[in-house]
C-alpha cells in the first residue's frame, strides 16, 4: 500500500503581519484531505509547515517516512491561501523540487495552483487539482500506474507527452457529513495553543461547517469551492464541537467557512441542539449584512454563543457596493450593526478601498459609516484582482509588472485608478488610526479622572490623534 505524506505551503513566518499577531490556525483543509485518504486504507501523514521557518524542513520527514506521494493540499479554508501570495507559491515550488528529489509522486491542490497550473507543472508537479480535491486525489492515487486511466479522472490537470491534459471539471461532494473528521492526531494542536495562549491568554480553534460561497461579489475569487454551497448537519457539527471541546479545550472556535450560517434554519436548530445537550461555546464567524438583518436569526446566533462576526462592508458609499455586485445597502448595514450590538454580538468590519471609480467622496463617505458606526473591528485592504473574477478581467491589462501580492501588508494597488497605491496605503494608516483615536475617546468616557484606564485611554488618544493628523496631512499632498 503507498505511503502519502500530505503538506502544504503556508508558512505565517512568511507572513510578517500575520506572525507578529500570532493567530495561527492548524492546517484544516489539508487535514481533511489526509484523513479522506487514510480511511482508505493508505499510510498517510501530515508535514504541517504553518509555524515553521524554511521549506528544508521537510527533508528530514521524507526521509525518514520515505513517501511515494507528496501532496501539497493547501488549506483553502484559510483565507489567506486565496490570496495567492508569492512568498507561499515559491515555497511550494520549493516543496515540489525537495519531493521530486527523492523521487515522490508530487500532487499539488490550491487555490493558486488551480489558477497557475502551468507554473506549477513547469517547477516539477506531476499532477495539479484544480477545485474541490479529496476524490480526486484518491483516484490519482488508485491509478497511478495506468496513464489511460488517468485522463478519465475528473478534475485533473497533468502533462502526458508533452501535452497538457485538462480534464472535466469535477462535482462538487454534496453530503459533507460523510466525510471524516478532519487527522487532528497527524499534527501537534499544542503548539498552536500554547502561542495563542501565551499571546492572548485564549486559544481560538477553527472548524467548518460548510464549503462555498452562493453570492457573486465580482472581486472574490471562488476557484476550488465555486458558487455553490454544501453544508453540514447541524448534529454533525455539535458532535464535532463536542469531541473538540474535549480533546484540546479551546476557548472559542474560528468558523472559517465563507458564511455561516445561511440558512436560518440550520442556526435554530444549531442553537437547539446545543441548548438540548447542555453544550456552552464560543464562537467567530464570517457573514454578510443582509444575513444579520433579522431579529430572530441574529437572536439564534447569540443564544449559540456567537460573539463576534466578520462581514464585508466593503465601503460606505452605495455606488461602490453597486459597481462590486455585494449585493447589500448601506441602511442593511446599520440594521445589522444595531441588531448585533443589541445581542451582544461584536461587529467587525472588512473595508476595502481603492475599487475601480472611487472618488475621493467615495472614501470620505466610507470613513464616515466607520465612525457613525464604530464597529468593535475593522480590518482594511484595497481591491485585489484574482483570475477567474469579473474584476480581474476588468483590470487585467494593467498587471503587467505584477500579479500577486508577496505577503498579506503588501497592499500594493496594481491597476490604474483615481489614486496612487502610496496614497491607498497612507490611507489605511490613517483610517486605522482615527478609529483607535476614536475608541480611546469612548473608554475615556467610561471611567472617573482618577481610574488609571482613564489615564491609559486618554494617552492613547492623544497619541493616535496627533499620529492621525499627521496621516490626514499626508493624505492631502498624496492626493
Not at 438583518?293 to 453597486?322: C, H, M, P, R
Not at 476588468?394 to 489614486?419: I, P
Request: proline share 4%; net charge positive.
Amino acid at each position: 500500500m503507498y505511503k502519502v505524506l500530505f503538506t502544504h505551503s503556508f508558512f505565517y513566518k512568511f507572513d510578517e503581519k500575520r506572525w507578529k499577531m500570532m493567530q495561527p490556525y492548524p492546517p484544516l483543509g489539508t487535514l481533511y484531505a489526509a484523513s479522506f485518504i487514510r480511511e482508505k486504507g493508505y499510510n498517510v501523514d501530515v508535514f504541517d509547515t504553518n509555524l515553521l521557518y524554511s521549506t528544508n524542513e521537510i527533508i528530514p520527514k521524507i526521509e525518514e517516512f520515505k513517501p511515494d506521494f507528496l501532496v501539497i493540499y493547501d488549506d483553502e479554508f484559510n483565507y489567506l491561501t486565496k490570496m495567492c501570495l508569492t512568498n507561499m507559491r515559491e515555497a511550494a515550488f520549493e516543496i515540489i523540487k525537495i519531493g521530486k528529489k527523492y523521487n515522490c509522486k508530487v500532487i499539488v491542490s490550491s487555490s493558486d495552483a488551480t489558477d497557475r497550473f502551468e507554473q506549477y507543472l513547469e517547477n516539477g508537479a506531476d499532477f495539479v487539482i484544480p477545485g474541490e480535491g479529496e476524490q480526486t486525489l484518491l483516484e490519482v492515487i488508485e491509478n497511478v500506474d495506468n496513464r489511460d486511466k488517468l485522463s478519465e479522472i475528473n478534475g485533473l490537470i497533468f502533462n502526458e507527452n508533452n501535452k497538457l491534459i485538462k480534464t472535466l471539471q469535477r462535482p462538487k461532494i454534496i453530503d459533507l457529513d460523510k466525510l471524516p473528521k478532519p487527522a487532528w492526531d497527524l499534527i501537534d494542536v499544542e503548539k498552536y495553543k500554547s502561542i495563542w495562549k501565551n499571546k492572548h491568554g485564549r486559544f481560538v480553534l477553527n472548524v467548518a461547517m460548510s464549503r462555498g460561497c452562493p453570492y457573486k461579489c465580482n472581486w472574490c475569487a471562488k476557484p476550488l469551492f465555486g458558487y455553490t454551497y454544501n453544508y453540514r448537519t447541524p448534529t454533525d457539527i455539535v458532535d464535532e464541537l463536542e469531541f473538540l471541546q474535549n480533546k484540546f479545550k479551546p476557548d472559542e472556535f474560528w468558523f472559517c467557512d465563507d458564511i455561516f450560517g445561511l440558512h436560518k434554519k440550520w442556526v435554530e436548530e444549531f442553537n437547539n441542539i446545543l441548548n438540548e445537550r447542555k453544550i456552552k461555546i464560543k464562537y467567530i464567524f464570517q457573514s454578510r449584512a443582509d444575513l444579520l438583518t433579522d431579529n430572530e436569526y441574529v437572536k439564534n446566533l447569540a443564544n449559540s454563543g456567537a460573539k463576534e462576526v466578520w462581514f464585508g462592508v466593503e465601503s460606505g458609499s452605495q455606488k461602490i457596493l453597486d459597481a462590486m455586485n455585494k449585493g447589500i445597502t448601506i441602511e442593511q448595514v446599520e440594521k445589522s450593526r444595531k441588531l448585533l450590538k443589541n445581542n451582544k454580538i461584536n461587529a467587525a468590519f472588512f473595508i476595502q478601498f481603492g475599487y475601480l471609480g472611487e472618488a475621493k467622496d467615495d472614501i470620505k463617505k466610507t470613513i464616515k459609516m466607520i465612525l457613525r458606526l464604530m464597529p468593535e473591528k475593522i480590518g482594511i485592504s484595497v481591491s485585489y484582482p484574482l483570475p477567474g473574477t469579473p474584476f480581474y478581467e476588468m483590470v487585467k491589462n494593467d498587471l503587467k509588472n505584477k500579479e500577486n501580492w508577496t505577503d498579506s501588508d503588501d497592499l500594493d494597488l496594481m491597476f490604474k485608478n483615481n489614486y496612487s497605491s502610496q496614497y491607498y496605503k497612507t490611507l489605511h494608516r490613517y483610517v486605522h488610526l482615527i478609529f483607535k483615536a476614536k475608541k480611546s475617546f469612548f473608554t475615556i468616557l467610561k471611567f472617573q479622572i482618577f481610574n488609571l484606564i482613564f489615564y491609559k485611554s486618554a494617552a492613547k488618544f492623544i497619541y493616535f490623534l496627533i499620529y492621525a493628523i499627521k496621516y490626514k496631512f499626508l493624505l492631502n499632498v498624496k492626493s
